[in-house]
Structures are given as C-alpha cells and as structure tokens.
C-alpha cells in the first residue's frame, strides 16, 4: 500500500519550505509517541500512534538515529537515544514553574470567579507556591508563601491522599480523584482540590479554589468540579512537558 501522506503535492514537488515543514513535524510526532513508561517501541506501533504509514515512519526514525535522537534495538524496535535524553535534561533544567502554573490559575479563576491556588507539600505542611486572587471583593485570602497545615482543608488532604496516606478519608479521596472542604481549616472557608503530577507521574502538588463558605456551598463546588479536574489535567501534562490530545 502507498501511503499518501508520502505522495508529493504541486507545492512539494520542488523541495519546497512546506515539504520540510511537513517532514519536521512527522519527525517529531516520531519522538512524542513514547511515553513514560515505553523503554522501546515495534515500528508497527509507532506507525499506529503517529498515524503515518510503516515506510515513513521507518525512514524518518533512521534519519533521526543519524544523530541520536533515536536507536534501533537487535531485535528491531526503537528507542529513544542520547540527544532525545539531553533535550529533556536541558527541558527540566530550565524549567519555570511559575511560567506554566499562573496561566493554569488565571484560567481557573476566570471560569470559576473564584480564587485559585497552587500548593506543594514540605513535610507536615502545605505552602502556597503560586496564587491567583479572585475577582470578587469578598475572597479567601492566602499569601503566597504562607504555611497550613496537610490534615486540614482540602489541599492538604489531597496532598496526603496522593502521597499514599492510608485509611479515610484518603481511600475515598484517591478513588474520587478530588477533594471538598467545607469549613475544616476555617469555619467560614470552603474549598475544592485536584492532584497535581509531574515527571514520571510523581505527584507535584495540589491546585484549588477557595472562597466563603457562604458562596461555596457543596452544590456550588460541585458544580466547579469539572473546572478543577480539568485544571489539574492541564497543569499535569504542562508539568511532564506532553501536549494536549497527544495520542498514546
């Protein structure tokens, strides 16, 4: 069979720009069908998770193996070599916490009009990294900066629930994928709470919103449930460097 993503257009035919545009951009859908967890994969299955044909994905994975991007095993499959190994050294070198999880914030905050928080625990406490105040003059206020406690409030249990705490409420926590808090660290604060991964899946933090427990009832944050789940997803894989609708 041809492939016919192989078959030169009117534009492609001269070795034009858009032909190595197009060629570059395959190459790297080559590089992001490994996952976390593929030490090697068969050209059969590179083919199926990058939706190109065996033939190109087997001359591109050869030209990126000319400079160590990827290597080819005895026994036939592919796997991702040293220079693939140095860019994501260089990746989490220079990586900026911040620059990913204020956008996922604001973004969080604008949907739900409430106020958005990212903690990360340190021992027995939970500390605010990053923060997005809500535009409500009426708000839950936290410093960044500012240590609580991890047995109070939803993001602390959260953090707990996904460090491996044993027993409830963590079992239900971990099975739920989120947490609520209604008035348990403050009598008059309401939160609600997603987990937070990063490299390899190794849980980073927790992200929330939080606001009075007047205005934050259980029925309204679980209307917001979506809203944080979503946020977590997002943040996750902008940790771990993976685009959105990647295939796997």
């Given at each position: 069979?041809?492939?016919m993503?192989?078959?030169?257009g009117?534009?492609?035919?001269?070795?034009s720009?858009?032909?190595?545009?197009?060629?570059?951009?395959?190459?790297?859908?080559?590089?992001?069908?490994f996952?976390?967890?593929?030490?090697?994969?068969?050209?059969a299955?590179l083919?199926?998770?990058?939706?190109?044909?065996?033939?190109?994905?087997?001359?591109?994975?050869?030209?990126?193996?000319?400079?160590?991007?990827?290597?080819?095993?005895?026994?036939?499959?592919w796997?991702?070599?040293?220079?693939?190994g140095?860019?994501?050294a260089?990746?989490?070198?220079?990586f900026?916490?911040?620059?990913?999880?204020?956008?996922?914030?604001?973004e969080?905050?604008g949907?739900?009009?409430e106020?958005?928080?990212?903690?990360v625990?340190?021992?027995?406490?939970?500390?605010?990294?990053?923060?997005?105040?809500?535009?409500?003059?009426?708000?839950?206020?936290?410093?960044?900066?500012?240590?609580?406690?991890?047995?109070?409030?939803?993001?602390?249990?959260?953090?707990?629930a996904?460090?491996?705490?044993?027993?409830?409420?963590?079992?239900?926590?971990?099975?739920?994928?989120?947490?609520m808090?209604?008035?348990?660290?403050d009598?008059?604060?309401s939160?609600?709470?997603?987990?937070?991964y990063?490299?390899?899946?190794?849980?980073?933090?927790?992200?929330?919103i939080s606001?009075?427990?007047?205005?934050?009832?259980?029925?309204?944050?679980?209307?917001?449930?979506e809203?944080?789940?979503?946020?977590?997803?997002?943040?996750?894989?902008a940790?771990?460097?993976?685009?959105?609708?990647?295939?796997?």
């Amino acid at each position: 069979m041809n492939d016919m993503e192989d078959v030169p257009g009117p534009a492609e035919a001269d070795g034009s720009a858009e032909d190595g545009v197009v060629a570059v951009r395959r190459a790297m859908r080559i590089l992001e069908a490994f996952g976390v967890d593929d030490a090697y994969l068969s050209l059969a299955e590179l083919s199926r998770r990058t939706g190109c044909h065996r033939s190109t994905v087997l001359r591109l994975a050869r030209t990126l193996a000319m400079d160590d991007y990827l290597a080819q095993r005895p026994d036939g499959n592919w796997r991702l070599a040293r220079a693939a190994g140095w860019l994501g050294a260089c990746y989490q070198a220079t990586f900026n916490v911040l620059e990913v999880v204020q956008p996922v914030l604001r973004e969080l905050s604008g949907a739900t009009g409430e106020s958005a928080t990212f903690y990360v625990r340190e021992g027995k406490q939970r500390i605010c990294v990053a923060r997005v105040e809500g535009p409500r003059s009426i708000r839950h206020h936290v410093r960044v900066g500012a240590a609580l406690p991890l047995e109070l409030g939803s993001p602390g249990r959260v953090l707990l629930a996904f460090s491996g705490e044993p027993g409830e409420p963590y079992e239900s926590v971990r099975r739920a994928g989120y947490m609520m808090s209604l008035g348990e660290r403050d009598p008059e604060v309401s939160s609600i709470s997603a987990p937070v991964y990063g490299i390899n899946w190794s849980l980073v933090g927790a992200i929330c919103i939080s606001g009075p427990l007047s205005r934050l009832t259980e029925e309204v944050l679980l209307g917001h449930k979506e809203h944080i789940l979503s946020a977590a997803s997002r943040l996750s894989r902008a940790m771990v460097g993976v685009r959105q609708g990647q295939p796997r």
